[in-house]
């Protein structure tokens, strides 16, 4: 499962993949694993064109528990089962941008 976070200022962000050991979607769509840090926020648009961002390795779903509460299309029971999913950076909250409408 591929989990990508854009939110760069979360204690769990490492090169925009989520090293937290679980993660959980509150029905109203929003990472409540986020944990805001002293990190400096990382500026990816200055040098857009000019250089591929590094992110960390992939991680293996088996080690990473993601419970969903959002009425989306990839909950189970509780559960994501969506092949990746994306924290958004767009505004002040972590949006689970994989959500689909049921």
């Known amino acids: ?18 090293k937290a050991k679980g993660i ?12 805001k840090s002293d990190k ?3 500026d990816t648009t200055k ?5 591929t ?7 293996d779903s088996k080690t990473l528990k993601i419970e969903c509460k959002a009425d989306c299309l990839f909950n189970k029971d509780g559960v994501c089962v969506s092949n990746g999913i994306t ?13 689909l409408k049921r």
């Open 47 to 51: 040098h857009l064109f000019e250089k």
């Open 40 to 42: 400096p926020e990382v």
């Open 53 to 59: 961002p590094e992110y960390a390795p992939q991680r």
């Open 87 to 99: 924290v958004n950076s767009i505004t002040e909250k972590p949006y689970c941008v994989s959500f």
């Open 24 to 35: 959980c979607v509150s029905k109203a769509v929003l990472c409540d694993t986020f944990r």
């Open 1 to 18: 499962m591929d989990i990508r976070c854009r939110k760069t200022k979360c204690q769990y962000n490492d090169r925009y993949t989520c």
